[in-house]
């Protein structure tokens, strides 16, 4: 089985670029590309060598070339230009192809003021680059459904797709802050949408689900916060008016994330705000055993590249230790090829490559089952070139 199955898009390029009006592709296919690279903090720079290590040999065997260019984000940021996302750096993702994010965060930051938090880098960029969508796919993967902590019989099958709005909702709304109201100190945020913002992410939601299974659940908490009524209302019009042939449903968010563990099976595609798709895709991208495993792509804004990055955190516990797991930034390179780069068949060639390497018994620790001996993160980064340059060179018209 190929490894399309990690990537988890029942969607080719064509269909995919053709349906999404609102993200269509920046660059055409050529032979040369610009990639800006971000690896941030704890095992972002270990993961990003890997990754780089792969594209290397991608391109020795296609001859398709990339210019890497570094650039600072979250704590590293903050250290280096006292910003956890920097105008230099901002710059630099946006006269670039696209975009390759690592992980950011870590304890020594956690103390900072919320301006100078690793997190408030994420918002900015999404921000500034017009990033609105998050596609997060969580499909299992049959070499590792041991590595789950659930039954084999609950993951059979399931392949999910989770569409997260990225620029709105709680994290982004105003006023917000912290303040004395009668002698004591009160936190506040504000919850908010707009209907553009809605109608916007729920037609990247129905244009998904229509290349997959033609089934979307739309996530809110309709019950008691007025946001989540707007949400619901606004997605179902969208439904009726732009994709009537896509059979939508409802769900509150706190029985979602009991649903996901109970019988994830019935989900095909889910569509989110910003807080529930943030909590919501971490619990589905478990399902397969290892946020290690799984890639994501933040897209938007024709007029600037995606930023494609792995789900899972900065894990400072075991940087520089050779102990992360850089698939899910090497199939972030996959999507990235895919859906920014419009070079198909070299994500073709990466995910064969992570498969070949599965296949082979390859396990770094946190997917490694029990007996199994595991690699390191470079070890890991080394077997997957070492299966690219095994593979024919791609026919050239």
């Given at each position: 089985?190929?490894?399309a199955?990690?990537i ?21 296919a050529?032979s ?41 984000i ?23 192809d696209?975009?390759l ?19 408030s ?5 999404r921000?500034?680059?017009g ?25 059979e099958g ?23 109201r ?6 506040f ?47 179902t019009?969208?439904q ?6 896509v ?24 569509v989110?705000?910003n ?24 897209l ?24 992360a ?21 070299l ?13 082979s018994?390859?396990?770094t ?6 007996g ?10 080394e077997a ?14």
């Open positions: 089985m190929r490894a199955i990690v988890g898009m029942a969607l080719g390029a064509e269909a995919f670029s053709a349906r999404r009006a609102p993200m269509t592709m920046k660059t055409a050529k040369s590309y610009k990639i800006t690279l971000l690896p941030g903090d704890g095992i972002g720079p270990e993961i990003t060598q890997a990754t780089v290590g792969v594209l290397d040999a991608l391109s020795k065997k296609t001859g398709v070339t990339f210019e890497f260019d570094e650039a600072d979250g704590g590293i940021a903050v250290d280096n230009h006292n910003d956890p996302f920097p105008a230099e750096t901002l710059a630099k993702c946006q006269s670039a696209s975009v994010l690592a992980c950011i965060g870590g304890y020594k930051w956690d103390n900072n003021p919320r301006e100078l938090r690793p997190e880098g994420l918002l900015k960029m921000g500034s680059m990033l609105f969508a998050n596609l997060r796919p969580a499909k299992v993967i049959p070499q590792l459904i041991e590595a789950s902590t659930l039954k084999p019989e609950v993951l399931v392949d999910i797709m989770v569409v997260r709005e990225l620029t709105g909702d709680v994290y982004f709304g105003k006023p917000k802050g912290i303040e004395e009668n002698g004591e100190r009160v936190g945020d504000n919850m908010i949408y707009s209907e553009s913002e809605i109608v916007r992410i729920s037609k990247v939601a129905f244009d998904v689900a229509k290349a997959r299974g033609s089934k979307v659940v739309s996530i809110d908490k309709a019950n008691v916060l007025d946001v989540s009524q707007l949400w619901r209302e606004v997605v019009t969208t009726q008016e732009y994709a009537p042939d059979e939508l449903s409802h769900m509150y968010v706190d029985n979602a994330a009991m649903q996901l563990i109970r019988w994830p099976k019935q989900f095909d595609t889910i989110c705000g807080i529930f798709g943030d909590i919501l895709s971490d619990e589905a991208s478990m399902l397969v055993g290892s946020l290690g495993m799984l890639p994501s792509a933040s938007g804004d024709p007029s600037s590249p995606g930023v494609f990055e792995p789900c899972h955190g900065s894990a400072p516990d075991i940087a520089g230790e050779d102990k797991n850089p698939l899910a930034m090497i199939l972030s390179a996959a999507m990235m090829l895919k859906y920014d780069l419009s070079q198909p068949e994500s073709d060639m990466l995910e064969e490559a992570v498969e070949s390497v599965l296949d018994g390859i396990r620790p946190d997917i490694a089952a029990e199994q001996t595991p690699v390191g993160c470079k070890e890991m980064g997957v070139a070492k299966a690219i340059e095994k593979m024919p060179a791609p026919v050239t018209a």
